[in-house]
């Protein structure tokens, strides 16, 4: 009786443990108007992350890119997602505004796209290997594109 007891205690915190460690959902975070009766939900700010702005007239689902370099280029276009089974979105005709931060990071490259149905489905079900932003190539790791299609399906699942 001691045994099965101790067993079904070790059960219960290993499966609350693993719960935890997976409700990708609970990173995200949610920022309301009640002026505007406008609520927007965010993942953790990275240099790819999702974002969904509700109102009473609608939704819309963003994508944002950023990155930092030396250089500026205030003509900067293109972003690009590589996914792990050799396909690519890309937007390549997007631009990338440019601004200046200071002298240890140099500038700020950033652009947001509205997604449509079609690409959050992309974005919820293939993993990303890579993001290029303009000529910024970044790798993802195995572990954030786990997080982040999880983060799409938890904003694209949100209706108010």
């Not at 997976?22 to 002026?35: G, H, L, S």
């Not at 953790?44 to 990155?67: C, E, Q, R, W």
């Not at 938890?154 to 108010?160: H, T, Y």
Request: glycine share 4%.
């Amino acid at each position: 009786m001691k045994n099965t007891c101790i067993i079904t205690a070790f059960l219960i915190c290993f499966f609350n443990i693993a719960k935890a460690q997976t409700d990708y959902c609970k990173d995200i975070t949610k920022v309301v108007d009640p002026t505007k009766s406008y609520v927007a939900y965010s993942s953790p700010a990275t240099y790819l992350y999702i974002g969904k702005d509700v109102a009473d007239y609608g939704s819309n689902t963003l994508l944002y890119f950023h990155t930092t370099k030396k250089d500026a280029d205030y003509e900067a276009y293109g972003e690009y997602i590589f996914f792990a089974d050799g396909t690519m979105w890309k937007d390549g005709g997007a631009h990338i505004d440019c601004s200046y931060i200071d002298s240890q990071f140099g500038y700020r490259f950033g652009a947001a796209k509205l997604l449509h149905e079609d690409v959050i489905a992309l974005l919820k079900t293939k993993k990303i290997i890579k993001v290029q932003i303009f000529d910024v190539v970044i790798p993802v790791t195995d572990e954030y594109a786990t997080k982040f299609m999880a983060y799409m399906n938890c904003i694209d699942a949100i209706k108010k």
